[in-house]
């Protein structure tokens, strides 16, 4: 059995022609066209990205409030340091 996966190359179409490891809804796939494998690296992408912008909203709106609450007590050098401090933390999230 053959990998029935389409693959597009010097400007045309052809089936990828590498043995067969999987099946999947009827066809048979290699181990690199393999559906259930490409489905599962896409999730654990989507799930990764889900965290870290839920940690930078929430670490942007921890800031805010403290910048926020700095500014009714007229303590701007405090605010400024914060958000440094905050910017420094966003980019270590990458």
């Given at each position: 059995m053959k990998?029935?996966?389409k693959v597009y190359s010097d400007y045309r179409l052809y089936l990828c022609g590498r043995k067969a490891k999987f099946e999947a809804d009827g066809k048979h796939y290699c181990g690199i066209h393999n559906p259930n494998k490409k489905r599962t690296k896409y999730q654990?992408?989507?799930e990764k990205n889900r965290l870290r912008d839920k940690a930078k909203s929430k670490m942007r709106?921890?800031?805010?409030y403290l910048v926020e609450d700095?500014?009714?007590l007229n303590m701007s050098e405090?605010?400024?340091k914060i958000m440094t401090d905050y910017s420094d933390e966003?980019?270590?999230?990458?």
């Amino acid at each position: 059995m053959k990998c029935e996966e389409k693959v597009y190359s010097d400007y045309r179409l052809y089936l990828c022609g590498r043995k067969a490891k999987f099946e999947a809804d009827g066809k048979h796939y290699c181990g690199i066209h393999n559906p259930n494998k490409k489905r599962t690296k896409y999730q654990i992408e989507c799930e990764k990205n889900r965290l870290r912008d839920k940690a930078k909203s929430k670490m942007r709106q921890e800031c805010i409030y403290l910048v926020e609450d700095m500014a009714d007590l007229n303590m701007s050098e405090q605010a400024v340091k914060i958000m440094t401090d905050y910017s420094d933390e966003l980019q270590q999230i990458k």
